[in-house]
T-cell receptor
Framework: QKEVEQNSGPLSVPEGAIASLNCTYSDRGSQSFFWYRQYSGKSPELIMSIYSNGDKEDGRFTAQLNKASQYVSLLIRDSQPSDSATYLCAVKIGGFQKLVFGTGTRLLVSP | DADVTQTPRNRITKTGKRIMLECSQTKGHDRMYWYRQDPGLGLRLIYYSFDVKDINKGEISDGYSVSRQAQAKFSLSLESAIPNQTALYFC??????????FGPGTRLTVL
């Protein structure tokens, strides 16, 4: 079992819809969780971090964390074509200052 | 100015050549990382450093070496480049909470 799993997609949504991206992780001791957006050929860009159970909202983005079920999700409201990118889930494993990345979910937002 | 910079941005070289990729940061972070990214394989950790005197191997360190010249500088070397080291290379730093911030990347092609 991979430490961080994501559906590779592509996830296709129409402009204006809500995009829901999911991620599961295997280490129950994980405390920090991050979402990155990566455009093709560019570097990953941090868009959300979440550390406690529940929801965290930042503009059109909402991160949701459920440690009991070991999943973290990212909701993008009012999706725009410019949101089309690959979204990487990253988990800080245990006490180490290293992140384990999922392989990413490709999101396509059609006009 | 960018917080994390990488040079060169693109490099084409031949098998057997020595290559150095450089990374500098102005974020004041102690922790720095080198990753490579290949299509379908996601980000893989090559080396990481928690301070100038602390350097650690990642999951794919064979064929690579690093040097931490100062808190702000972390270089990656390929002593004798081979074609399967053709990839996109990223440098990153991390803050206290573990969030990582990436440089723009170096696209390396080994012929």
């Amino acid at each position: 079992q991979k430490e961080v799993e994501q559906n590779s997609g592509p996830l296709s949504v129409p402009e204006g819809a809500i995009a829901s991206l999911n991620c599961t992780y295997s280490d129950r001791g994980s405390q920090s969780f991050f979402w990155y957006r990566q455009y093709s050929g560019k570097s990953p860009e941090l868009i959300m971090s979440i550390y406690s159970n529940g929801d965290k909202e930042d503009g059109r983005f909402t991160a949701q964390l459920n440690k009991a079920s070991q999943y973290v999700s990212l909701l993008i409201r009012d999706s725009q074509p410019s949101d089309s990118a690959t979204y990487l889930c990253a988990v800080k494993i245990g006490g180490f200052q290293k992140l384990v990345f999922g392989t990413g979910t490709r999101l396509l937002v059609s006009p | 100015d960018a917080d994390v910079t990488q040079t060169p941005r693109n490099r084409i070289t031949k098998t057997g050549k020595r290559i150095m990729l450089e990374c500098s940061q102005t974020k004041g972070h102690d922790r720095m990382y080198w990753y490579r990214q290949d299509p379908g394989l996601g980000l893989r950790l090559i080396y990481y450093s928690f301070d100038v005197k602390d350097i650690n191997k990642g999951e794919i360190s064979d064929g690579y070496s690093v040097s931490r010249q100062a808190q702000a500088k972390f270089s990656l070397s390929l002593e004798s480049a081979i074609p399967n080291q053709t990839a996109l290379y990223f440098c990153a730093t991390s803050d206290f909470w573990g969030a990582q911030y990436f440089g723009p990347g170096t696209r390396l092609t080994v012929l």
